[in-house]
């Protein structure tokens, strides 16, 4: 990926994953992407502090996720990283929808119709209409 920053920030968010914070986990990424990453960026010290502290406040036991972390934290991203080049991911964003690489936009809404189009019966929530602005790429993933 792109360097320290991003690999303690990958073992964590694999960590809350592997120790069954499913909930918590979305609440989590939505609040890290807001407000940690930008005031964060690139500052591996200012991201394990406020991660612990957005952990603690969704509900996550920080201290768990951070003894993960140190113990399994290689390994748990060694196998994320192992399924994304079984179904042929070479970089970022790639979404794959059973097994398919689906290439769409980057909106909420066209990531949403590409998902729900997997579906034989979409559920409800596919009738809901999101955000169709897009984001343009930055870096070189």
């Not at 991660?51 to 768990?64: F, H, P, Q, R, Y």
């Not at 748990?76 to 179904?87: C, I, R």
Request: net charge negative; charged share 25%; aromatic share 8%.
């Amino acid at each position: 990926g792109h360097g320290d920053f991003e690999e303690q920030q990958n073992k964590i968010q694999a960590c809350i994953q592997n120790l069954g914070y499913k909930t918590e986990y979305w609440n989590y990424a939505e609040q890290f992407v807001s407000d940690i990453y930008p005031k964060c960026a690139g500052d591996i010290d200012c991201d394990l502090e406020e991660s612990t502290k957005l952990m603690d406040s969704v509900g996550i036991n920080s201290k768990a996720v951070l003894i993960c972390v140190d113990k399994d934290g290689e390994s748990l991203l060694e196998a994320d990283y192992n399924k994304a080049k079984e179904v042929g991911v070479t970089g970022s964003p790639t979404l794959v929808i059973n097994g398919a690489k689906a290439s769409v936009s980057r909106t909420a809404e066209a990531y949403k119709q590409a998902i729900c189009s997997a579906y034989e019966n979409a559920p409800a929530t596919c009738e809901t209409e999101l955000d169709s602005t897009g984001s343009t790429a930055s870096g070189n993933c």
